[in-house]
């Protein structure tokens, strides 16, 4: 999204060569329209993909207690802005817990400790996989949450 174009710092839309829409946002950033293409897939995909789980866990949105966001993907993010476009379930903000390299972590963790170890290496064997890109119903998910729009209580 962070593209740099060579001209005077300006704000505003735009249009470019080949009618491609710039929107200027500050200092020669600017965002296109496959910019926000992207960052509807994007966002749908992370959304059927949640839908999808909560479902087969017998679970709707309003029976979560909080969301835990691992990486480096948590450090920048704004949550208000990412439940605005459905990228998180609507929770209260403080609900929201950054957790950072949680895999650095937890690898740290089961080399260090037995218990720890056993305890994973049971929650292992109840994982059950669910593929989402193979079934229809991912793909009705999928459609279903191109809009940007925070989660409904209902379907994605």
Do not use: C, W
Request: aromatic residues 6%; without cysteine; hydrophobic residues 45%.
């Amino acid at each position: 999204m962070d593209r740099k174009v060579n001209s005077a710092p300006r704000t505003g839309i735009q249009f470019a060569r080949k009618k491609q829409i710039l929107i200027f946002i500050t200092g020669g950033i600017v965002l296109t329209q496959a910019d926000v293409r992207k960052m509807q897939l994007a966002v749908a995909a992370i959304k059927s993909g949640v839908r999808m789980m909560l479902e087969e866990a017998g679970l709707g949105v309003s029976d979560l207690d909080g969301i835990f966001v691992a990486g480096a993907f948590g450090a920048s993010l704004n949550v208000r802005n990412a439940t605005a476009v459905g990228l998180l379930p609507s929770l209260p903000e403080d609900n929201v817990f950054f957790v950072g390299n949680s895999s650095l972590a937890g690898a740290r963790k089961l080399l260090l400790s037995g218990p720890e170890r056993r305890k994973v290496e049971s929650y292992a064997r109840k994982i059950k996989h669910i593929s989402l890109a193979s079934g229809r119903a991912f793909q009705d998910r999928f459609i279903a949450a191109l809009e940007l729009k925070p989660y409904s209580g209902g379907s994605a």
